[in-house]
């Protein structure tokens, strides 16, 4: 017999639906994401804590789940909003149905709502806080809904960030198909030997960011979002790197502080989260894009070389162009909108883009930003 279940917004619209994962009541901003694979990825993505995601692709859980494609150890959505849900997925690397999968974890779903109607909703009045409940009316969800904080000045990299340092080792090779014209056997590209040794802020990285690291030989030793610049240059590494994360990226002065002590010290590499941050230890500011940018299908300009790319992205800030000093160069662009996609300072070896090179779902287009910080490193050592 099916659960009932109800998303409420704060405006006081409300959809009707079907439970599955568990039940219960729970609440965050509720933003959409448009792309059309890799359900597991941004269920696991600790970007994504505090926020209710739903999936503009109409069935939801058709390959199932599988350890493999985790992005960390765990869900860290509030709840999964979906049109339909496949019950019996079709893959031969699925380990359980993407139901049970989020029963296990505690996390909320619904399924049956008109995902269309939701993400045109959001598109027209903007991102807003949310309530999905088995137990709640639509009044009190709403009520609810509205009594939630706002994702605007909210830390949530202190809830996702490691509690202690640590040297990835896990399983980083690339899986391929075995090719009786090249004469290679599969399943796997072998790794590369380490050229570099880097030490990576965690505000919530994502585990393809650190195998696609290690494939571009990097060695990697991810740190606590708290690590002071003193601490991370008392171990000397070739280059430091700033992952992605969570929350609003103005909140997180005491990163910031410790980020303006390092540019010029070592190469930098940013991320999305990483971008915002370098933007504010720069002194520019960040502000809260109206839905975001959520999905494997973002154009984005390089005013470099006018190269597109297709990109993976996922955030609801951006870099306000205006707030950077001049020894600061925005090097990419959205096309959707123009918000800025990719920095450079102009005299230290530090650079950042505002997506996701490492994809996780999405395209690879913009993977040899990896291969891009080894030669900075390589580089600046010559230097």
Partial sequence: MPINAILALED????????????????????????????????????????IVSMTYPQIGNYGVNPEDNESSRPHIRAFVIGELCEVPSNWRSSQPLGAYLAGHGVLGIEGIDTRALTKHLRSLGAMRACVTTELDCEAAVAKAKASPSMEGMDYVKEVSTSESYHWTEESREWILPNVLTGHPGP????????????????????????????????????????????VLAKNPDGIFLSNGPG??????????????????????????????????????????????????????????????????????????????????????????????????????????????????????????????AALIDQTKKA
Wanted: proline share 6%.
């Fill in 188 to 231: 796997y590209e072998e790794l590369p030997p380490v050229r570099h040794r880097i030490v990576a802020y965690d505000f919530g990285i994502k585990y393809n960011i650190l195998r696609r690291l290690r494939q571009a030989g990097f060695g990697v030793e991810v740190v606590n979002s708290t690590a002071t610049a003193a601490e």
């Fill in 248 to 373: 609003d990226p103005a909140a997180l002065d005491y990163i910031h502080a410790e980020l303006r002590q390092l540019i010029g010290k070592k190469p930098i590499f940013g991320i999305c989260l990483g971008n915002q941050l370098l933007a504010h230890a720069y002194g520019g500011k960040t502000f809260k894009l109206k839905f975001g940018h959520r999905g494997g299908n973002q154009p984005v300009k390089d005013l470099r070389s006018g190269k597109i790319s297709i990109t993976s992205q996922n955030h609801g800030f951006a870099v306000d162009p205006d707030s950077l000093p001049p020894e600061i160069e925005v090097t990419h662009i959205n096309l959707n909108d123009g918000t800025v996609e990719g920095m450079r300072h102009k005299t230290h070896p530090v650079f950042s883009v505002q997506y996701h090179p490492e994809a996780a779902p999405g395209p690879n287009d913009a993977s040899y930003f990896f291969e891009e910080f």
């Fill in 12 to 51: 006081g619209r409300c959809f009707e639906g079907n439970a599955f994962g568990a039940t219960g009541t729970t609440t965050g901003e509720i933003c959409f994401n448009t792309s059309m694979t890799g359900y597991q990825e941004v269920i696991t993505d600790p970007s994504y804590r505090g926020q």
